[in-house]
């Protein structure tokens, strides 16, 4: 009984598999898990993780200055209560 010949590239992971391998050399799919063509998740209708990681750096890309000016906001109300409790204590020993 001849053993199947691996396909060029893993369907799992996308790594070249040279024609006389037993396992993939990056994630380890084997002839024992089956060689196959297509990876088990090629029937879903997943998003492309390109396009996702594209995305994820839009979002962040937009949010930047949300988060600059949300620091800003944050230091300021830091500040000023700061000022408020400073001004209360000052006020406080003055009337003794």
Known sequence: MSRPRPP???AICGAEISPNARACPECGADERTGWREQDYTDGLDLPDPDDTAEAHARFLREMEPRR???RFKHAAIVVVTIGIVAVFLISM???R
């Open 68 to 70: 600059s000016r949300n």
């Open 93 to 95: 020993f003055r009337m």
């Open 8 to 10: 060029s590239h893993c």
